[in-house]
């Protein structure tokens, strides 16, 4: 650059001296000196005054080069007051977020807290027993109004336990499937005081309160009110102080949930109660537990005997009240299977099963339980039963051990059935347990082959089955007597029993059965044929007669029965066990273990099956 700039001054002439700058200059001095070295070649008072111009500006940056120096030390003081000040500042920016995230969130528990209380006083749907006003003489016996409300608050735990169950199966939700508690006065304004004031103002709870006092008889007289409950009073001896908290407890409960206190009634075997309780809380109950009152009154009439066709118009007006009433269709089932209607019990479980949009669907799997019993759908059943802890709520079956036992001993499963049997608890109130025990138990003697106790057992199952509660809970079970009598040489019992029994397929074809066993083949063709024509979506009638064609060495029309039992009853291990025995007798062992295979899934632990399995030999078809 140095050499460029001398050029364009100078030109083109490098046979001019060159005049060199002194010693001591440098920097701005160098240059100015060079610049007025050039200068002075074309004209001396230009470089005169270049110079003195230059000296001037050297001057000043040397004055500003000091200043420079001094401001230094300052400049770098005020830097590092500037950083920490930063930092600073961003620690209060950062403590600032943190305090105003602290603010929000401590805002957002209050929040909640407040909803959250808003949201229980809304939904809020307790029993509140406050405490009772009793006589000051009472005290010195420990009785007092806390205590009174005490015993009320035992009675009502007691009932609300017992109809748990029934509440959670129908899907009851009120009060007394939830909270009940003795209320305890607070004093002062705390959270406890704000949220029970929300829950009084906002909320659903029932508050019940009372007073005991002397009568003039030297008596008591406990008197008990609530929200929506009218005032009731109960009179007795000193003596009489628990009868009469029960007494208030089983008025308030009734007042209060009729539904839940129907079925109360209807699972301790108050039938009568039950029924004329139904008659007259019907008119004034909600609506939502109108459909509840009827299945009610309709299981209780059948417990009794009563008329069964007033019990089936009774589900069916559930049913309309509340289309997806599901366990009315299940309790129409049972009534119509009573009546000898078993293929309008089938359609009636169409029906459920169309309403709920297929299976499984809407409708509790618990509500196929006659549809399953009918077509031998035995795994499902047997599943259900055991998932279900209280059948008797209201699908209007009895004790689950029991169904259970038979449910196993139709499985083939005896281990299973005696060990469900040994597990049933005794219950004075329900006729079924020692009934059906009996029934069990005659199944697994004939299993064994033990007919004399066979036909004992089922004596004394006919004798339990005459309970009108039996009887409507398990139609059709008393046609299994007959066989059972037979194969004793009691004839004369098994023809009493068929004809005294009714319309049920199992009773056709038992009397065919028995009727081919006496030697009468075409006598026992036409009952198989009326068992099938009885119920032609049902399996078991096909089933009887395809062994029965079996027996008689008419294989071909034996499968075809056989088959037509399996497409009915697709998960019945016993007709898909017979086809099997069928084919090995054809010599068709590779079909034949096919069908073992099959069944084997329906009836895992059926000895005979798997001892009809290992015989095949493996010879080719």
Not at 384 to 394: E, F, I, K, P, R
Not at 450 to 474: G, H, I, L, Q, R
Not at 498 to 523: E, N, P, Q, S
Request: with cysteine; charged share 25%.
């Amino acid at each position: 650059m140095a050499e460029g700039l001398v050029g364009g001054i100078l030109g083109e002439d490098e046979d001019k001296p060159e005049v060199e700058a002194p010693e001591a200059a440098t920097g701005a001095e160098a240059f100015a000196a060079a610049i007025a070295a050039i200068a002075s070649r074309q004209d001396p008072e230009v470089a005169r005054k270049t110079g003195a111009f230059l000296d001037d500006q050297s001057q000043l940056l040397k004055i500003h080069a000091r200043h420079l120096e001094d401001e230094h030390p300052v400049r770098l003081a005020i830097l590092h007051g500037q950083k920490r000040e930063a930092k600073l500042r961003r620690a209060g920016i950062r403590m600032r977020i943190a305090f105003q995230l602290f603010a929000a969130c401590v805002a957002a528990f209050i929040g909640a807290g407040v909803l959250l209380m808003l949201y229980d006083a809304l939904t809020s749907r307790s029993v509140i027993v406050e405490p009772f006003h009793a006589p000051p003489a009472l005290a010195a016996n420990g009785i007092d109004g806390t205590v009174i409300a005490a015993r009320l608050l035992d009675e009502f735990a007691r009932l609300q336990n017992a109809t748990r169950s029934t509440a959670e199966k129908r899907d009851i939700s009120n009060a007394w499937t939830s909270e009940i508690k003795l209320a305890i006065p607070e004093t002062g304004v705390s959270l406890g005081e704000v949220s029970r004031l929300l829950r009084a103002r906002l909320g659903h709870d029932l508050h019940l309160y009372g007073d005991l006092v002397h009568t003039d008889s030297g008596g008591l007289t406990l008197t008990v009110r609530g929200d929506g409950v009218a005032p009731r009073s109960f009179t007795g001896s000193i003596g009489d102080l628990a009868k009469l908290t029960t007494g208030a407890a089983e008025y308030v409960y009734a007042q209060a949930e009729p539904a839940l206190w129907a079925y109360y009634l209807q699972d301790a075997a108050r039938y009568q109660e039950a029924i004329a309780f139904c008659q007259v809380a019907f008119s004034k109950a909600p609506v939502r537990d109108r459909p509840l009152l009827l299945n009610v009154w309709a299981n209780s009439l059948a417990n009794t005997g009563g008329d069964a066709k007033e019990s089936l118009k009774l589900y069916r007006e559930a049913i309309r009240l509340a289309p997806n009433f599901w366990i009315g269709y299940n309790n129409v089932m049972n009534t119509l299977w009573g009546f000898g209607d078993e293929e309008g019990a089938w359609r009636t479980g169409e029906e459920l099963r169309k309403a709920t949009g297929g299976r499984p669907g809407a409708a509790p799997e618990t509500e196929y339980q006659n549809w399953d019993i009918l077509t031998w759908n035995l795994p499902s059943y047997l599943n259900t039963m055991v998932a279900d802890a209280n059948t008797g709520g209201g699908t209007n079956l009895s004790a689950e051990g029991p169904a259970i036992a038979d449910a196993d001993v139709r499985l083939h499963d005896l281990t299973a059935a005696e060990l469900s049997l040994a597990t049933t608890q005794a219950d004075d109130s329900d006729p079924t347990i020692p009934a059906m025990t009996h029934f069990v138990r005659a199944r697994l003697a004939a299993e064994a082959d033990d007919t004399a106790k066979a036909a004992s057992e089922m004596e004394a199952f006919k004798t339990a089955y005459a309970n009108p509660a039996v009887e409507f809970n398990y139609p059709g079970y008393n046609c299994w007597i007959a066989p059972a009598e037979e194969a004793v040489g009691h004839p004369e019992r098994a023809d009493a029993v068929l004809k005294a029994a009714g319309t049920f397929v199992d009773c056709y074809r038992f009397r065919a059965d028995i009727l081919d066993g006496r030697g009468d083949w075409a006598g026992a063709q036409h009952a198989y044929a009326a068992a099938v024509a009885l119920a032609p979506d049902l399996p078991a009638g096909y089933y009887s007669w395809g062994l029965a064609l079996a027996r008689h060495g008419e294989l071909d029309a034996a499968m075809a029965k056989l088959k037509d039992a399996n497409q009915r009853g697709p998960h019945w291990a016993d007709p898909l066990k017979a086809w099997g025995d069928v084919l090995a007798r054809q010599g068709k062992i590779k079909d034949a273990r096919s069908k073992y295979d099959e069944a084997l899934r329906y009836a895992p632990n059926w000895n005979q099956l798997h001892a009809a399995r290992a015989a095949l030999t493996p010879q080719k078809d």
